[in-house]
């Protein structure tokens, strides 16, 4: 009768043995019983995780130190954990801590067990049970829901060089530090998004973009860098532009860019840069030179989210600033000349 019913409960629940088969094994004899499933106790759960341990040592004393009754309840020892047959599971593994497969003889009475998120960046579920030898069963499930994050930041572009046709430039998003492997995820955090495209404004003219042939953009796959170059198509005439930068989220940086069209073709081989910055990066401090033709007249520092750190005028003739960083937060910033010419910018980091 009692094996008629345990056939008609298990029979239903169709599961099936991921780990290991199931080998052939001796059950106790027919005057003992085993109507009691596992003991499942859930030891810890981290970022997803479940460290759990089930037992079969609930009769005292186990092992029996007397000849058996035949009412006695025997404990037949831990057979396998299995994900339920049809179950909707993703995103975890079992690391099996107390042995590496099911059964061994003489059983395990207790065993200990994970498990583990594979991607914390996803979502993971898991519907399982843990058997003995007299198919006794308990199940538990375990779920995990990944964090969301927040992309407020816009891209970071600096400029490599320049020359007089043309800009080089990279741009970031590497401005985050990877979190510790130990440290959970956690909904909110700032997280860059990766960079979606970078372009010329629509009222740019004279000026042509071309970003780097190893750069591929994916959707749904971060790109964290990327280097593209500006180049002036007719030297000849005078060039202006903003190259914008995006990222996945929404956020942007723009870029001023103007070329002033030279007199002779000699200034237009040896025509020195209008901005630069020497050390870029900088710790300390950094010297930004510019070019006295066409003259700025202002002289501006401006964060990443674009206030104005510092804003000074520029005496005629004057063709260099050395700035003080060491007071300023580490990350990136712009500086900004502007004349009656235009404007034009140039990023640097602080680190």
């Given at each position: 009768m009692i094996a008629a019913l345990r056939l008609a409960l298990i029979t239903p629940l169709c599961v099936s043995m991921l780990y290991s088969q199931t080998p052939e094994y001796a059950n106790p004899p027919a005057s003992f019983v085993d109507t009691?499933?596992?003991?499942?106790?859930?030891?810890?759960?981290?970022?997803?995780?479940?460290?759990?341990?089930?037992?079969?040592?609930?009769?005292?004393?186990?092992?029996?130190?007397?000849?058996?009754?035949?009412?006695?309840?025997?404990?037949t020892g831990i057979a396998g954990i299995d994900v339920v047959d049809g179950s909707n599971h993703y995103n975890y593994r079992l690391i099996m801590?107390?042995?590496?497969?099911?059964?061994?003889q003489p059983s395990y009475k207790v065993f200990r067990y994970t498990w583990q998120v594979i991607d914390s960046l996803r979502d993971a579920r898991v519907e399982y049970y843990v058997r003995d030898f007299y198919d006794n069963i308990v199940f538990d499930t375990v779920t995990y829901t990944a964090p969301t994050?927040?992309?407020?930041?816009?891209?970071?572009?600096?400029?490599?060089?320049?020359?007089?046709?043309?800009w080089t430039f990279e741009a970031t998003e590497r401005r985050n530090d990877p979190l510790p492997e130990n440290l959970c995820p956690l909904s909110g955090l700032q997280r860059e998004s990766g960079l979606i495209r970078m372009y010329l404004d629509r009222f740019s003219f004279n000026l042509e973009l071309a970003i780097s042939p190893l750069?591929?953009?994916?959707?749904?796959?971060?790109?964290?860098?990327?280097?593209?170059?500006?180049?002036?198509?007719?030297?000849q005439r005078r060039a202006?532009?903003?190259?914008?930068?995006?990222?996945?989220?929404?956020?942007?940086?723009?870029?001023?860019?103007?070329?002033?069209?030279?007199?002779?073709?000699?200034?237009?081989?040896?025509?020195?840069?209008?901005?630069?910055?020497?050390?870029?990066?900088?710790?300390?401090?950094?010297?930004?030179?510019?070019?006295?033709s066409p003259q700025p007249r202002m002289f501006e520092l401006v964060d990443l989210h674009g206030r104005i750190v510092l804003s000074q005028p520029i005496s005629l003739g004057e063709s260099e600033l050395r700035i003080d960083t060491s007071p300023l937060p580490k990350g990136s910033y712009a500086v900004r000349l502007t004349g009656p010419d235009g404007s034009a910018t140039q990023r640097f980091i602080v680190r």
């Open positions: 009691m499933p596992p003991v499942l106790i859930r030891l810890k759960d981290s970022c997803g995780s479940r460290l759990a341990e089930v037992t079969e040592l609930r009769n005292i004393p186990n092992p029996v130190s007397r000849i058996p009754a035949d009412t006695d309840q025997v404990e801590h107390t042995g590496g497969a099911f059964p061994e994050f927040i992309d407020t930041m816009p891209p970071a572009t600096v400029q490599l060089s320049r020359d007089s046709l043309q750069v591929i953009f994916t959707p749904g796959t971060p790109t964290l860098a990327a280097t593209y170059t500006v180049h002036v198509i007719d030297p202006s532009g903003v190259v914008v930068t995006s990222d996945q989220a929404g956020n942007f940086w723009l870029d001023t860019l103007f070329y002033d069209r030279p007199t002779t073709i000699a200034e237009v081989r040896s025509a020195p840069a209008l901005m630069s910055i020497s050390p870029n990066p900088a710790s300390s401090s950094c010297l930004v030179s510019w070019t006295r």
